[in-house]
């Protein structure tokens, strides 16, 4: 397996993640102001779906920039999870 195909595969198991998390949120959301994040982090997480399609086929410099921008932006996905996520339990307390 070439190393594209294994870096393509890890950011895909990372949005798999961020995707079942973000359905476990929605399914404890209480208040219109988390769904709103909720809603934002799920756009963020389409955004990267698109941006995953993009990378076969890429130039090795386009490759490069591209894959960073996926990797950070799911990176940014998963911490607002977390901050949801503690907000959330912070909220119900």
């Not at 198991?13 to 988390?34: A, D, M, P």
């Not at 769904?35 to 982090?41: A, D, K, R, S, T």
């Not at 955004?47 to 130039?59: F, I, M, N, P, W």
Request: hydrophobic share 30%; charged share 50%; proline share 0%.
């Amino acid at each position: 397996m070439d190393e594209r195909r294994k870096e393509i595969e890890k950011i895909e198991k990372e949005l798999e993640f961020c995707e079942t998390r973000l359905k476990e949120l929605k399914g404890k959301e209480k208040s219109q102001h988390f769904g709103e994040e909720i809603g934002q982090i799920h756009e963020e997480l389409k955004s990267c779906k698109l941006e995953l399609d993009g990378l076969e086929g890429r130039s090795e410099d386009e490759w490069v920039d591209a894959k960073y921008n996926v990797t950070r932006k799911l990176d940014d996905v998963r911490r607002s999870l977390e901050l949801t996520s503690d907000k959330m339990v912070n909220f119900i307390r």
